[in-house]
């Protein structure tokens, strides 16, 4: 379930907030970013606001997202039947939570953190992030089919440090891959025929049961730049 917390204080995705940070950890967290809808990527979200209602010294917590993804949020999460409507609570002047619309290929810039949302390809309006510091850069991509812009922007950022990738299914599942727009390490191989540089590229969002096929047939494409993403641990670029 897709989470990375960046500098101690923004979240990209929420898939793991509330089951991975002590209650102390998350209540320095006060922006979150959402790639997209699916639950995988959002599903602390509830319980993570529960968590830290009331704590921060900051007020509300600040959801960027794009349009549809707020929509979404708003309609099946925070609806007043799965959970509270955390933009009205305690009121709506001052709400626990506000959320921020974003715009393809406009960059925000958080906490001194330039994040450019980029449009990927996946089964809803789904974004992946340009995020660059200090003249520093990495692109994550979060969940996607086979994809173009973010090519096109990895080739064109000369302080790329690293790129993070789907790989959700093994080869013996490149149907439901496809149907589901997601990649396999045999559609990797074909994405990154398209990166015109050497850069370090960061497997993620491995299906469990997929795990031990994925890494072997990754391992086959025998590609010294790719490795995987590893869960808890902590990345300087
Ligand atoms: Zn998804
Ligand atoms: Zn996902």
Not at 86 to 94: A, C, E, V, W
Request: net charge negative; proline share 6%.
């Amino acid at each position: 379930m897709t989470c990375l917390l960046i500098n101690g204080s923004i979240a990209l995705d929420a898939g793991s907030l509330s089951q991975v940070l002590t209650v102390q950890q998350q209540v320095g967290v006060h922006s979150i970013l959402l790639s997209h809808s699916h639950m995988d990527h959002t599903n602390s979200l509830p319980f993570f606001i529960e968590n830290v209602y009331g704590k921060s010294e900051r007020g509300a917590i600040d959801i960027h997202a794009s349009e549809a993804t707020i929509y979404a949020i708003r309609k099946y999460l925070f609806n007043n039947a799965t959970w509270p409507d955390f933009t009205r609570l305690p009121n709506h002047l001052l709400p626990a939570v506000r959320f921020h619309e974003f715009q393809s290929e406009q960059p925000l810039v958080i906490e001194d953190v330039t994040f450019t949302p980029i449009p990927v390809d996946h089964l809803v309006p789904t974004h992946g992030f340009l995020i660059e510091q200090d003249g520093a850069a990495i692109l994550w991509s979060s969940d996607t089919g086979p994809t173009q812009r973010l090519w096109e922007i990895a080739n064109r950022t000369p302080n790329l440090k690293a790129l993070c990738i789907d790989t959700s299914f093994d080869n013996s599942l490149q149907e439901v891959a496809d149907i589901s727009l997601h990649l396999t390490p045999r559609t990797l191989e074909v994405e990154l025929a398209k990166l015109q540089r050497r850069v370090p590229i960061l497997l993620h969002h491995l299906k469990p049961p997929c795990v031990e096929r994925i890494v072997r047939e990754v391992r086959n494409l025998r590609n010294p730049d790719i490795d995987f993403l590893e869960q808890g641990r902590e990345y300087t670029f």
